[in-house]
């Protein structure tokens, strides 16, 4: 079973720029696909970006095409998601996951992924 592990949240202003880390352990990474999350409070996960097991295949929400990069490094067993142009936000928790089906659908759902990690905080405010 995989474990993952978020880090690299934390305070930022506006117009910066946050790496999130999801480093996973006990399988192999390449065969899953790796999906970001974020939760505000009081709302439900959404997607956030994907990457297909391959990592020739991506996928981004509306909300941060062209401001999000999703990357994989399989033999750090690490995934990241570089945060760019970051919009003011409340403390919004961003989770990754890992579907065994390796596929980066369009419609990130978190019906796609089978283990989840703890979550890291973001928090945007000046």
């Known amino acids: 079973q995989l474990q993952l592990v978020e880090s690299g949240g934390g305070l930022v202003q506006p117009g910066g720029s946050l790496r999130l880390s999801c480093a996973t352990s006990?399988?192999?990474?390449?065969?899953?696909?790796i999906g970001w999350f974020r939760q505000a409070p009081g709302k439900e996960r959404e997607g956030v970006a994907c990457i297909s097991s391959s990592g020739r295949s991506t996928n981004y929400a509306d909300s941060v095409k062209g401001r999000f990069t999703i990357s994989r490094d399989n033999a750090k067993n690490t995934v990241y998601l570089q945060m760019n142009s970051l919009r003011p936000e409340k403390t919004t928790v961003y989770y990754c996951?890992?579907?065994?089906?390796?596929?980066?659908?369009?419609?990130?759902?978190?019906?796609?992924?089978?283990?989840w990690g703890q979550g890291t905080q973001v928090t945007v405010s000046s």
């Open positions: 996951g890992a579907g065994k089906l390796g596929g980066c659908p369009r419609r990130i759902s978190i019906a796609t992924y089978d283990y």
């Open positions: 006990g399988s192999t990474l390449e065969d899953y696909a």
